[in-house]
């Protein structure tokens, strides 16, 4: 889909040089993230052959995704520190290099399961560059998106400062960060749905890949579908209709009874999740100060991101904790209902959020503005929004 930038003096235009940019850097994510791309499975895998618990592999890969957690420190960096006159071009430059670097290591020093520190190590580089490049794209899609783009002038810290100040009290976002914190605190994926299906199911690792294939399948559908209505609904029944799918996308998978049955729901449970993924960043964007889009959309997602890390962890630990007590089924079971009640839990933040910012709650887009997603729903992440 084109973007399309809108200013009072100016009708929209499709910029597709902007868009191609947008879908390399979102794929570039969905491919090298060491904690939920591509290799995330290798890196799991890896460590369940060394006899990893269930509680170590979901730690470890909650300590891979810190650099995500770090977000607000990096587009500080974007946003209020230009280097050679830029505030994006010669960061992301950066970014993307060391990504390639980390990765290439990766590949280059191959390492055991035994050497938990090392691994670590490698795999943070990466995912500190992508998660760097991240936040630039996604404050370039804040500046086309919304109605007032920046002026592309550079700002001095002293005001940047103040509008910094100014932004934290927007009505409404503060609220919507916390919603989002909990729409992402989620102890199933992905760590204890990889080890039910590879361990308790006894699905190969390439059953598990084509499940993920199929998740990502379903998402992409409804990326699509989404920019179809996203304009006709106001806000509020939005918010409703993200919560719904947070829950739909976890009690899809209450059984798994066979391969054929795991990868339609896989692509259930993918539609669902990126439809209220989509929902929750586009309107949470739709609130973003535009002067300081790097920063607060960065704190945004680093909430994303700590409180998909924090639940992953803790999932991995308490599937473990019940499959000693009870046995895997209901430990998986009791994690799936848990994970279904937390983002249920949201509804009651809703009628606050709705008393705080009442024009944007029932307000729908305007007939002109593109869809404003983060990068990881785009990217298909179903551990967090990145």
Known sequence: MAVIIRRNDVPPQ??????????????VQSLGDPSSGLIAQPVRSLLRAGTESPAAIAGFMALAAIP?????????LSDFV??????????LLIATGGACAGLLLLYALPVSAEQRALLLALVWLPGLGIAFGDVLVDALMIEIGQPRGLTGRLQSVQWSAASLRSALGVPGLAL?????????FNPLWVSVLYLYMTDALGFSEQVYGNAYSLFSAGALVASIAYGFYCRRVRAGRLMHVCIAAGIAANLVYWS??????????????GSAYMTGSLILLDLAARLVPVRVAATVFAVIMALANL???????????LFELL????DTDAAYRAIVALSAAIVAGCWWLLPRLRRAVPEWWHRPSLPGDAPLVGASAAAIDPKSSR
């Open 307 to 317: 409180g998909s890390s924090v639940a992953e962890a803790g999932g991995g630990y």
């Open 68 to 76: 995500w957690s770090l977000k607000p420190l990096l587009a500080l």
């Open 82 to 91: 230009p280097l050679k006159g830029s505030r994006r071009r010669s960061y």
């Open 256 to 269: 798994l009874p066979s391969i054929m049955a795991a990868y339609g729901i896989s692509f259930v449970a």
């Open 323 to 326: 499959g000693d007590r009870f």
């Open 14 to 27: 499709f910029v597709p040089g902007v868009s191609l940019l947008f879908g390399i850097m979102y794929f």
């Open 176 to 184: 919507l960060c916390v919603f989002v914190f909990f729409w992402d």
